[in-house]
C-alpha cells in the first residue's frame, strides 16, 4: 500500500507538468533564435520542412513511434512519459504562434542562452516528479539494458544518428547544438536538486520505476 501523502503527490502532479510545459516552450526559444537546436530538435525540424507539419505535432509523432520501440525493449512507460508526448509539442506551437520571429544577434543570443537555462530547469522539473523517464530517455536506457552497452554509448549512437538525419532534411545544426550538449548535464544536475521531491516507501500506478538519470545527464 502506498504511502505517498497527497500533498506530495500533488506537488509532483504539478511539478511534471510545468516541467513539460516548460520544456516545450525552452525548445521553441531555440527553434526562434536559429543558433542550433538540441538533437532531438534537429530531427523534428528537418521532419517539419520535409512535411509541411509544424514542430510541435511532429515532436509529438516521433515521441510516439519511439514510444511505440519501447516494447521489444521491455521498457515501462509512466504517466510522465505519456504526457511527454503531448505536452512538450503542444507547448512549443504555442509558445512559437505567440512570439516574433528573431533576426538580429542582438536578440537571437538571449533567446539560445535562454533556451538552453530554461531547458536544464525543465529537465530537472519533470525527472524530478519521478513520474517515468521520456520516450527519447527511455529508447536509451531499454538499449543500454538490451545491447549490455553503456548508456553512454547508447545516447551517443542514438544522438548522433538524429542529429545527421535531422540535418539532412534541413534542421537547425550550429553553436547552439553545441552548447546545449555541453550545459544541459550540468544544468539538469543543479536543478534535479533543486526540485527533488522526497520520497516516500510504496509506489504508485501511475508511476514507472523509469531508467537511471544517467540517461539524461552526462557526466
Partial sequence: ???????????????????????GVSSALLVDAGLGLE???????????????SIGVVSIVVGAVVLLL????????????????????L??????????EAHTLVVRIPLLLGGILLNGVATGLYI????????RDGLMTGL??????????????VEVAVVVTGFALGGTLGVGTL?????????????????????????SPVVATGPPQEAILRP
Fill in 179 to 203: 552548447l546545449y550538449a555541453v550545459a544541459i548535464g550540468p544544468l539538469a544536475q543543479l536543478f534535479l536538486r533543486v526540485f527533488a521531491v522526497p520520497s516516500a516507501s510504496g509506489g
Fill in 128 to 135: 524530478a516528479a519521478r513520474f517515468g523517464p521520456g520516450p
Fill in 39 to 53: 538533437p532531438w530538435g534537429v530531427l523534428h525540424q528537418g521532419l517539419a520542412e520535409l512535411t509541411g507539419r
Fill in 70 to 89: 519501447w516494447i521489444p525493449l521491455r521498457q515501462r512507460p509512466g504517466l510522465g512519459t505519456v504526457s511527454n508526448v503531448f505536452v512538450v509539442g
Fill in 144 to 157: 543500454h539494458r538490451r545491447t549490455g552497452r553503456s548508456i553512454r554509448l547508447m545516447r551517443t549512437a
Fill in 1 to 23: 500500500m502506498s504511502t505517498t501523502s497527497p500533498g506530495r503527490f500533488g506537488r509532483r502532479l504539478i511539478q511534471l507538468y510545468v516541467g513539460l510545459a516548460l520544456y
Fill in 91 to 100: 507547448a512549443m506551437d504555442g509558445t512559437l504562434a505567440l512570439i516574433t
